[in-house]
């Protein structure tokens, strides 16, 4: 009789997303949903992506936070609530913090015992927006609340997790999935569609980085099995907001005359140690640890408006397909 080998098909490694309805746990759920089995939750704001299971919970619920990482036992969980603009922190403090870092605890401390990755995106805002090229070693210094309570979830996941990756990303954008939000890109989106003139930011340069891009790393590192670091992402050069929206309408064929330079509130914490005194508030993240540990190239920012111009034609781009492989990466 021949010995008859059974193959046994690999299992589906299963993501869990807190916040699915937050423009970041939108477009990962989005993009992992081919190679994963995604279930996301929502708590105000119910979203229907196909392919993937959406729950209501409250992340500062301790019950409901343990009611669904027990039912599904995550491989992974994606950490994406929070207020994330800075002046909705400044003006609600409270819940900035609530959100931004007292949710995660929770999260933290039954991914503990569930076995569940931890997996917290945080911000180049950590820091104090001064002019020098910020690197992970660099010890927080945010001069803004919302910097205040992401360098605190920082602190707190790296001290008490033991299966953690922490994201520290610039500036990200694209298109999210609640019709009645608009997010940064969509709002410049719809006023040139209106011909509108709008004035712009010109104070804080920040790196710009299309979504997919953070999404296809997160996907090579977890490919990896990559364990309890902290990376930083972001373009390979810095835009304000004024710059980025020039680089928008030379890419997407818009009329420049109706952007407007201006100057929009940075709201500094009264109790800051760190308050820039330059021309510009400058958040440049170094970028060559993540580089060399997974072999990538990342983009600049009108590199990264030019993928996100093809993104949102369908045309294929070879950076996506190359990163599914995970290594020697350029991704333009």
């Given at each position: 009789m021949e010995n008859v080998t059974t193959l046994v098909p690999k299992r589906e490694k299963t993501i869990l997303i807190f916040g699915l309805s937050s423009f970041v746990g939108?477009?990962?759920?989005e993009f992992f949903k081919k190679d994963y089995r995604v279930v996301g939750s929502y708590n105000k704001n119910p979203v229907f992506i196909p392919g993937v299971l959406a729950l209501p919970c409250d992340v500062l619920n301790k019950e409901e936070v343990q009611l669904i990482l027990y039912a599904f036992k995550p491989d992974i969980t994606i950490y994406a609530i929070g207020l994330s603009s800075l002046m909705a922190c400044a003006r609600?403090?409270?819940?900035?913090?609530?959100?931004?870092?007292?949710?995660?605890?929770?999260?933290v401390e039954y991914c503990q015992r569930y076995k569940s990755q931890v997996c917290y995106i945080s911000s180049g805002f950590v820091f104090g927006g001064e002019d020098k090229s910020y690197i992970e070693m660099?010890?927080?210094?945010?001069?803004?609340?919302?910097?205040?309570?992401?360098?605190?979830?920082?602190?707190?996941?790296?001290?008490?997790?033991?299966?953690?990756?922490?994201?520290?990303?610039?500036?990200?954008?694209?298109?999210?999935?609640?019709?009645?939000?608009?997010?940064?890109?969509?709002?410049?989106?719809?006023?040139?569609?209106?011909?509108?003139?709008v004035n712009f930011d010109d104070l804080v340069k920040t790196g710009y980085l299309d979504i997919y891009y953070l999404a296809m790393i997160l996907k090579i590192t977890f490919e990896k099995?990559?364990?309890?670091?902290?990376?930083?992402?972001?373009?390979?050069?810095?835009?304000?907001?004024y710059e980025f929206s020039k680089?928008?309408?030379?890419?997407?064929?818009?009329?420049?005359?109706?952007?407007?330079?201006?100057?929009?509130?940075?709201?500094?914490?009264?109790?800051?140690?760190?308050?820039?005194?330059?021309?510009?508030?400058?958040?440049?993240?170094?970028v060559s640890n993540i580089e060399g540990f997974l072999n990538i190239k990342l983009p600049s920012v009108k590199e990264s408006i030019e993928f996100?111009?093809?993104?949102?034609k369908g045309v294929s781009k070879s950076g996506r397909s190359s990163a599914n492989k995970g290594e020697g990466v350029t991704f333009i």
């Open positions: 939108s477009n990962l759920a609600e403090e409270e819940r900035a913090d609530a959100l931004n870092a007292s949710g995660l605890f929770n999260v660099d010890i927080p210094d945010p001069n803004t609340a919302y910097g205040k309570t992401q360098a605190s979830a920082e602190f707190y996941i790296q001290k008490t997790s033991l299966n953690y990756l922490v994201f520290r990303v610039c500036k990200l954008y694209g298109r999210g999935f609640l019709e009645h939000r608009l997010n940064f890109f969509e709002a410049i989106q719809k006023d040139f569609m209106q011909r509108k003139n099995n990559v364990k309890n670091r902290l990376f930083q992402i972001s373009s390979t050069d810095l835009a304000t907001p680089y928008y309408c030379e890419t997407f064929n818009e009329s420049p005359s109706l952007v407007q330079k201006g100057r929009w509130k940075y709201p500094i914490l009264a109790s800051a140690a760190t308050v820039p005194s330059g021309e510009n508030i400058l958040f440049k993240l170094d996100t111009f093809n993104r949102f």
